[in-house]
């Protein structure tokens, strides 16, 4: 167990309709990163947190977004979803802003129809 | 051009096997290297994390680093069943915490 938490563990959706995923950095951890997994693309990141603050952002679709909360978790949010948005989405924490070692929590699966 | 290419196998070996997995890298910028391990269905687990050239060692596991090749590899001694599993290398830049992760190599270990 990695201390990572994410919710919910599954997910069904239709097109054109919105999710939220949830995750909880491990204690002590102050960066959220989010990344996407699927069978073409491998692991891709999305988007960085750090304290709160937008730190980096990859490939992330303008209907994707995310947050930290003062907390320290983090939503991301899928929007006006298609089917190529079915993946594994996870999030993983870090201590520091950069160059740290990155632990994944266990994933929240999206299926799109 | 990827910046991380790594064979997706599968790779399948009998169990006691010394098992080797590798990645290349493109951009010299990149200064930390990690490798995970991924069963079915579950998040990346970290098993192995080096800033520098040369050799780590932990348990049955060796990471290799060669930044003048641009090379880096994961060596597994005495191989079980359960490191059947998918491995993925991950590298990183020291400013910023984005990770590039190779495609996965498939490895099966047969008892």
């Known amino acids: 167990d990695s201390g990572v938490t994410q919710t919910p563990k599954h997910l069904i959706t239709a097109t054109g309709q919105r999710v939220t995923l949830r995750c909880s950095p491990r204690?002590?951890?102050?960066?959220v990163y989010w990344y996407q997994q699927s069978l073409d693309q491998g692991l891709q990141f999305l988007i960085q947190y750090y304290n709160g603050e937008e730190r980096a952002k990859g490939n992330i679709l303008e209907r994707f977004s995310a947050q930290q909360f003062p907390d320290l978790h983090s939503e991301l949010n899928l929007s006006s979803l298609e089917l190529g948005d079915s993946a594994l989405y996870f999030c993983?924490?870090?201590?520091?802003?950069?160059?740290?070692?990155?632990?994944f929590g266990p994933g929240t699966r999206l299926l799109v129809l | 051009q990827k910046e991380v290419e790594q064979d997706p196998g599968p790779l399948s070996v009998p169990e006691g096997a010394i098992v080797s997995l590798n990645c290349t890298y493109s951009n010299s910028a990149f200064q930390y290297f990690m490798w995970y391990r991924q069963y079915s269905r579950k998040g990346p687990e970290l098993l192995m994390y080096?800033?520098?050239?040369g050799n780590k060692e932990d348990g049955r596991f060796t990471a290799q680093v060669d930044k003048s090749s641009k090379y880096i590899s994961l060596f597994i001694r005495d191989s079980q069943p359960s490191d059947s599993a998918t491995y993925l290398c991950a590298i990183g830049y020291n400013q910023g915490g984005k990770l590039i992760f190779g495609q996965g190599t498939e490895l099966s270990v047969k008892p």
């Open positions: 993983a924490s870090s201590v520091g802003s950069s160059g740290g070692t990155q632990y």
């Open positions: 080096t800033y520098s050239s």
């Open positions: 204690s002590g951890d102050l960066s």
